[in-house]
């Protein structure tokens, strides 16, 4: 079992920065697929970006509509990715959810995930 745990969410100005951070406990980090996806009001729970170690390395994958603004990155000494969020515009305004999986896999889709927090809000004001 995995746990999951999501910090950092708030209310900023457009343009402006946050960073959100997920706790993962259970099994072993080290080999979880870790994403963030957001659910804004009145909308479907939308993919922001999957980081997965391969064999070559951290392979990640984001959205278009966050790609150059946000940054995932995880210390696996901490059991903890995190989300750089830059940039921020209103539109980003949601709940910001972080998931988790034990296969290796860069998914946009969250019905593949095995683990979710319990989510963290963002909201950026105009």
């Known amino acids: 079992q995995v746990q999951l745990v999501e910090s950092g969410g708030g209310l900023v100005q457009a343009g402006g920065s946050l960073t959100l951070s997920c706790a993962a406990s259970?099994?072993?980090?080290?080999?979880?697929?870790m994403a963030w996806f957001r659910q804004a009001p009145g909308k479907e729970r939308e993919f922001v970006v999957v980081?997965?170690?391969?064999?070559?390395?951290?392979?990640?994958n984001y959205a278009d509509s966050v790609k150059g603004r946000f940054t995932i990155s995880r210390d696996n000494a901490k059991n903890t990715v995190y989300l750089q969020m830059n940039g921020l515009k209103p539109e980003d305004t949601a709940v910001y959810y972080c998931?988790?999986?034990?296969?290796?896999?860069?998914?946009?889709?969250?019905?593949?995930?095995?683990?979710w927090g319990q989510g963290t809000q963002v909201t950026v004001s105009a």
């Open positions: 980081t997965a170690i391969t064999w070559n390395g951290v392979s990640t």
């Open positions: 259970g099994r072993t980090f080290s080999r979880q697929t």
């Open positions: 998931a988790a999986m034990m296969r290796l896999s860069l998914t946009k889709d969250e019905s593949e995930y095995d683990y």
